[in-house]
């Protein structure tokens, strides 16, 4: 972005490479530094603060300025879908103007986990399924069978390939004496199968093919974005095809000696397995997928979240970005981070939450370098996010709070002072404390930049998108 300074007759252009978050009481920048080692950053405060507003406002310029692909994960209020259109709150646009920004729509993606029952939004989108094998892996976790889990466990190597429910009984008739254990985990099986969660009855589909654009017909329209994709500040990330290296070659070669399909190497057309390679990297995770084609998918839970495979869920999704990110190809060749947004993120992990989900959060919390992973978490109540997750947030931003015992934690897990904590309690509407555990760089308005690990105090700055405001449906 470039920052420009009050005086009209200095007006110095000074373009930055950090993420700039609020205008402290100084009338400076106060930015997040960009690093390789993605960092956790909460969004704290009550209800209606500006948590939402501030969060929305990293996560356009982390697309924009960045060029990094996020996905949001946990979006319980529809309040996403306004995202894909420019902001234009006139006061707002004035503020972004200033700085020299510009309104800019989210290229977002509606998705929406199939479930039988689920009751389809008004505007386009795509659904999901789990691919059943993954379903299979996860089973101990998704039927929740207590005693019998055991037995599901220690057979699961056995059925991991079955391709249907009556293969799957077979085996496990097999394997375990006892049938009234037989007959547990399969009548719950049936009740999930039932649910249509997986590809193997559900009529969403488990992976899309990038390599087939018809697939990305189904997305809500992001109006001006052709308009803008013309003025992308940043180069836009490549995707689909790329120059194949010696190594893919040789990828291919093993590929096509283990599937016998070719025993002569000198025969092979390169062209041809060029397209062989692409068409078998091609099939993603929906949530991958739309991320491989430079859109920011939202993951709508509103439906889901009462449903008591949330969790599992939620599990499945977390897992299979985290597998991406140090499995895929594509994603590891080009050192592509991820971004996980994560609205209300006490329903995942929490302090009181004993669900395998939590740690998967904590995992990506614990590991961001290697695994090229941020998250911005949201929450009114920051008492009750997972105690490891806490002390792993590199970036706090604190809106009002009554309840001093939260000012209190916020205090000892950021190591501030006393009066710090009084700040906290004493904030006006919509003003931001920022504390962090590294550091913040700061650009003054006659554009000197200091870093500065200080708490900053301040007001946010707006989304490029639309935000949704109050009692909008
Ligand atoms: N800095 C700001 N300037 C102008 N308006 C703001 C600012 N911060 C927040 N708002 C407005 O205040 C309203 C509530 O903000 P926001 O959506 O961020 O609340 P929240 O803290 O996420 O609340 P909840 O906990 O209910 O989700 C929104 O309509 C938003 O547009
Ligand atoms: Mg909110």
């Given at each position: 972005?470039?920052?420009?300074?009050?005086?009209?007759?200095?007006?110095?252009?000074?373009?930055?490479?950090?993420?700039?978050?609020?205008?402290?009481?100084?009338?400076?920048?106060?930015?997040?530094?960009?690093?390789?080692?993605?960092?956790?950053?909460g969004?704290?405060?009550?209800?209606?603060?500006?948590?939402?507003?501030?969060?929305?406002?990293?996560?356009?310029?982390?697309?924009?300025y960045?060029?990094?692909?996020?996905?949001?994960?946990?979006?319980?209020?529809?309040?996403?879908?306004?995202?894909?259109t420019?902001?234009?709150?006139?006061?707002?646009?004035?503020?972004?103007?200033?700085?020299?920004?510009?309104?800019?729509?989210?290229?977002?993606?509606?998705?929406?986990?199939?479930?039988?029952?689920?009751?389809?939004?008004?505007?386009?989108?795509?659904?999901?399924?789990?691919?059943?094998?993954?379903?299979?892996?996860?089973?101990?976790?998704?039927?929740r069978?207590?005693?019998?889990?055991?037995?599901l466990?220690?057979?699961?190597?056995?059925?991991?390939?079955?391709?249907?429910?009556?293969e799957?009984?077979?085996?496990?008739?097999?394997?375990?004496?006892?049938?009234?254990?037989?007959?547990?985990?399969?009548?719950?099986?049936?009740?999930?199968?039932?649910?249509?969660?997986?590809?193997?009855?559900?009529?969403?589909?488990?992976?899309?093919?990038?390599?087939?654009?018809?697939?990305?017909d189904?997305?809500?329209?992001?109006?001006?974005?052709?308009?803008?994709?013309?003025?992308?500040p940043?180069?836009?990330?490549?995707y689909?095809?790329?120059?194949?290296?010696?190594?893919?070659?040789?990828?291919?070669y093993?590929e096509?000696?283990?599937?016998?399909?070719?025993r002569?190497?000198?025969?092979?057309?390169?062209?041809?397995?060029?397209?062989?390679?692409?068409?078998?990297?091609?099939?993603?995770?929906?949530?991958?997928?739309?991320?491989?084609?430079?859109?920011?998918?939202?993951?709508?839970?509103?439906?889901?979240?009462?449903?008591?495979?949330?969790?599992?869920?939620?599990?499945?999704?977390?897992?299979?970005?985290?597998?991406?990110?140090?499995?895929?190809?594509?994603?590891?060749?080009?050192?592509?981070?991820?971004?996980?947004?994560?609205?209300?993120?006490?329903?995942?992990a929490?302090?009181?939450?004993?669900?395998?989900?939590?740690?998967?959060?904590?995992?990506?919390?614990?590991t961001?370098?290697?695994?090229?992973?941020?998250?911005?978490?949201?929450?009114?109540d920051?008492?009750?996010?997972?105690?490891?997750?806490?002390?792993?947030?590199?970036?706090?931003?604190?809106?009002?709070?009554?309840?001093?015992?939260?000012?209190?934690?916020?205090?000892?897990?950021?190591?501030?002072?006393?009066?710090?904590?009084?700040?906290?309690?004493h904030?006006?509407?919509?003003?931001?404390?920022?504390?962090?555990?590294?550091?913040?760089?700061?650009?003054?308005?006659?554009?000197?930049?200091y870093?500065?690990?200080?708490?900053?105090?301040?007001?946010?700055?707006?989304?490029?998108?639309?935000?949704?405001?109050?009692?909008?449906?």
């Amino acid at each position: 972005m470039s920052f420009i300074y009050d005086e009209p007759e200095k007006i110095k252009k000074i373009y930055i490479k950090e993420l700039p978050v609020l205008i402290n009481e100084s009338n400076e920048l106060v930015c997040i530094p960009h690093s390789p080692d993605k960092p956790v950053i909460g969004v704290v405060g009550q209800r209606s603060s500006g948590k939402s507003f501030l969060a929305h406002g990293i996560i356009d310029r982390i697309y924009w300025y960045w060029g990094e692909p996020l996905i949001s994960m946990n979006d319980l209020t529809h309040e996403s879908y306004i995202w894909s259109t420019r902001n234009k709150m006139k006061a707002q646009v004035k503020i972004l103007e200033k700085y020299g920004e510009k309104p800019m729509p989210l290229p977002i993606a509606y998705i929406y986990p199939y479930f039988k029952g689920f009751k389809p939004p008004e505007h386009e989108y795509i659904s999901m399924s789990i691919p059943f094998e993954d379903f299979l892996k996860n089973s101990p976790y998704f039927l929740r069978l207590k005693q019998s889990e055991k037995y599901l466990d220690l057979n699961l190597r056995y059925i991991i390939d079955c391709k249907t429910p009556e293969e799957i009984q077979d085996i496990l008739l097999d394997k375990i004496k006892n049938r009234s254990i037989v007959n547990t985990i399969m009548a719950s099986m049936y009740r999930y199968l039932n649910q249509e969660i997986t590809d193997f009855n559900s009529p969403a589909p488990a992976y899309l093919d990038i390599s087939n654009t018809s697939d990305f017909d189904a997305m809500s329209d992001f109006e001006g974005m052709q308009y803008d994709l013309k003025e992308h500040p940043v180069s836009k990330r490549e995707y689909g095809p790329v120059k194949m290296t010696e190594e893919e070659k040789e990828f291919i070669y093993s590929e096509f000696k283990d599937n016998k399909i070719i025993r002569d190497f000198s025969s092979v057309d390169f062209d041809k397995t060029k397209s062989y390679y692409w068409l078998y990297r091609s099939r993603y995770n929906p949530l991958l997928a739309l991320v491989r084609q430079n859109l920011v998918p939202v993951i709508n839970t509103e439906q889901l979240l009462s449903k008591p495979y949330f969790h599992p869920y939620m599990y499945y999704l977390l897992d299979t970005i985290i597998h991406n990110q140090s499995r895929d190809y594509y994603f590891e060749s080009h050192k592509i981070p991820i971004w996980i947004h994560l609205e209300e993120v006490t329903r995942i992990a929490s302090t009181q939450l004993k669900e395998k989900t939590s740690q998967k959060l904590i995992e990506i919390a614990q590991t961001g370098r290697p695994l090229r992973m941020g998250m911005i978490y949201v929450t009114q109540d920051y008492n009750k996010v997972d105690t490891i997750m806490r002390s792993q947030t590199t970036y706090l931003f604190t809106f009002r709070f009554k309840d001093k015992s939260q000012a209190s934690q916020i205090k000892s897990d950021m190591g501030l002072a006393e009066y710090e904590e009084d700040e906290i309690l004493h904030l006006k509407k919509h003003q931001v404390f920022a504390s962090t555990t590294d550091h913040f760089v700061i650009y003054s308005p006659d554009g000197t930049r200091y870093t500065t690990d200080k708490s900053q105090k301040g007001r946010s700055l707006p989304p490029l998108s639309q935000h949704k405001s109050p009692g909008a449906g």
